[in-house]
């Protein structure tokens, strides 16, 4: 695959891991993100690179309609199963599995088809999800460590293209479009997931 959809994935893939790299050692079982710690935060974020391989050689079929695969609870209970994965070195860890994804991303047509629990759709249709996953968790774990690490900026426009397409597919695209625009306010607690 070529193109900017897969400069946006390395991009973001990298960011990722750059943020993993600033983790102190010390800091792994510290709050992360909600309830979740560091290291659990890392390793749901690190699903993004591991699902697209697995998606890409097993696919499986997607989840029926209403399943609990996806509430927040099974969401946490996959992140917290991933940490294993990770081993003693999570930095060590995540960079062999984005530079492995990203290599997969570059030698697989965009067209190839990845069988997932949302649905069954080529990797160019699911690949921003990916570019969006590791993106927003990669802010996550810098803003955990307040060093200010800053996401490239393709990384950032395919996340907001994937983030605000989810919200106009919700019925809310208008009134994040008033509020980006200073013509709204979103709620407290408003979220696109």
């Known amino acids: 695959m070529e193109g900017p959809l897969v400069v946006a994935f390395s991009a973001a893939s990298r960011f990722f891991a750059e943020a993993v790299g600033l983790v102190p050692a010390p800091a792994w079982t510290q709050s992360g993100l909600g309830n979740w710690s560091l290291v659990e935060l890392v390793a749901h974020a690190n699903r993004a690179h591991t699902t697209l391989e697995e998606y890409l050689l097993r696919p499986r079929s997607p989840e029926p309609a209403g399943s609990s695969y996806f509430s927040d609870e099974a969401v946490a209970g996959r992140g917290r199963e991933a940490v294993a994965a990770l081993g003693t070195d999570p930095f060590r860890a995540v960079t062999a599995v984005s530079e492995r994804a990203i290599a997969m991303v570059e030698r697989t047509p965009a067209n190839a088809t990845v069988g997932s629990p949302a649905g069954t759709m080529t990797l160019g249709a699911y ?14 774990v810098a803003a955990a ?6 996401a490239p900026p393709l990384a950032l426009v395919e996340s907001l293209r994937f ?7 919700k019925g809310d695209g208008q009134a994040v479009l008033l509020a980006l625009t200073g013509r709204g306010q979103l709620p407290p607690g408003f979220s696109a997931y």
């Open 127 to 140: 690949l921003p999800s990916r570019i969006a996953e590791l993106t927003i968790h990669g802010l996550d």
């Open 163 to 169: 983030v605000t397409g989810r919200l106009v597919k």
């Open 145 to 150: 460590l307040g060093p200010g690490l800053a």
